[in-house]
C-alpha cells in the first residue's frame, strides 16, 4: 500500500513542476522527444531493411530447388569429370 501511495505522491510532484513550468520550454521538450522517437523508428527501419531485405516471405512454403555444386559452378564441375577419367585410367 505504500509503495502506491509513494508513486501517487511522485506523480502529483511531477504534475505540479510541470504546472510551474512555461508552455514553450514544454513544447520545445515535447518536439525534442517526438522528434527523438521518430529519429529511433527510422534508424529501426533502416535496420530492418538493411539486414532483413533478402528474407522472403515469411511463413511461405515454397523451397529453392537444390543444385550439385557441379550445377552451381561448372567450372568446378569440368574439374571433377577430369579428375575420374583420371582416376579411371
Do not use: C, N
Not at 41 to 63: C, D, E, P, R, W
Not at 64 to 83: D, L, N
Request: proline share 6%; no cysteine; aromatic share 6%.
Amino acid at each position: 500500500m505504500s509503495q502506491e501511495a509513494g508513486a501517487i505522491g511522485v506523480s502529483v510532484a511531477v504534475d505540479a513542476t510541470a504546472l510551474q513550468t512555461p508552455p514553450d520550454v514544454l513544447l520545445k521538450g515535447y518536439r525534442t522527444a517526438q522528434w527523438t522517437s521518430f529519429a529511433f523508428g527510422a534508424a529501426g527501419l533502416a535496420v530492418t531493411v538493411l539486414f532483413l531485405h533478402g528474407i522472403g516471405v515469411v511463413g511461405s512454403m515454397k523451397q529453392r530447388p537444390v543444385t550439385s555444386p557441379e550445377e552451381a559452378h561448372p567450372e568446378i564441375g569440368m574439374e571433377v569429370q577430369e579428375k575420374k577419367s583420371v582416376e579411371r585410367e
